[in-house]
């Protein structure tokens, strides 16, 4: 059974920073992208950054462009999202998704429908 567990998420002043985890079970012997999106109440799902399985690809999203960096650990099933610089309006539930490729395939889907996966969120609030 696959599960993802996100964590880290925690309540920050404005321009502070904060590295989320989301740790994978049930996936030993896949090879997967990750992504990571935010929700806020009354909208939609949107995505933040993803990385492919050996790590040399990844996407993030122009609203966090230069303030996060994504990475992974294969050894320990555990891709981080580091932000800093925080602000009032990526305060939002962090959710990270997987979707199974070919070994180290380039695919950073940037959809929820293309993701296999889905943890249950963790929060993130940034105060003024």
């Known amino acids: 059974q696959v599960q993802l567990v996100e964590s880290g998420g925690a309540l920050v002043q404005a321009g502070g920073s904060l590295r989320l985890s989301c740790a994978a079970s049930?996936?030993?012997?896949?090879?997967?992208?990750v992504g990571w999106f935010r929700q806020v109440p009354e909208k939609e799902r949107e995505f933040v950054a993803a990385?492919?399985?050996?790590?040399?690809?990844?996407r993030i999203a122009d609203s966090l462009e230069g303030r996060s960096i994504i990475s992974r650990d294969n050894a320990k099933s555990t891709v981080y999202l580091q932000m800093r610089s925080l602000k009032p309006e990526d305060t939002s539930v962090y959710y990270c998704?997987?979707?199974?490729?070919?070994?180290?395939?380039?695919?950073?889907?940037?959809?929820?429908?293309?993701?296999?996966?889905w943890g249950q969120g963790t929060l993130v609030a940034v105060s003024a």
């Open positions: 049930g996936l030993t012997d896949s090879t997967y992208t």
């Open positions: 998704a997987a979707v199974l490729t070919f070994g180290g395939a380039p695919y950073l889907p940037t959809e929820i429908r293309q993701y296999d996966y």
């Open positions: 990385i492919n399985y050996v790590g040399g690809h990844i």
